[in-house]
């Protein structure tokens, strides 16, 4: 396997856009993924735990279930993932923003 480059390029609360060898591909939150990770790790989606191996597969299962064209295999993810700390520091600050309600969201909460 070649070196591969993976760099964040967009970063929003629905999605996340990431760059591998000059191919883009889109993070989000979706059922498929959550589907996925079951499959993967033999836990409930409700399981996942805030720890390195969780973090990783369902980064996997985000990028494998979102983009038809990512055709790496969970140990060669790893691999590429291994050198690229930025990149899970990076989806983690993602995950943290998509859970954590929005200003707006937190003031129609409050006005209600």
Not at 24 to 31: A, G, H, M
Not at 75 to 95: K, M, R
């Amino acid at each position: 396997m070649g070196f591969l480059f993976l760099y964040i390029i967009k970063n929003n609360l629905n999605s996340m856009i990431i760059k591998i060898n000059n191919v883009e591909y889109t993070i989000k939150q979706s059922l498929r993924s959550l589907m996925m990770f079951e499959q993967l790790t033999n836990k409930k989606a409700s399981q996942i735990e805030d720890n390195l191996s969780d973090t990783i597969t369902i980064f996997y299962c985000m990028l494998k279930s979102n983009n038809k064209h990512f055709d790496f295999k969970f140990e060669d993810f790893i691999d590429i993932i291994d050198n690229e700390v930025d990149a899970v520091n990076q989806f983690v600050e993602f995950i943290k923003q998509a859970s954590t309600p929005s200003t707006e969201n937190k003031k129609k909460e409050v006005s209600k």
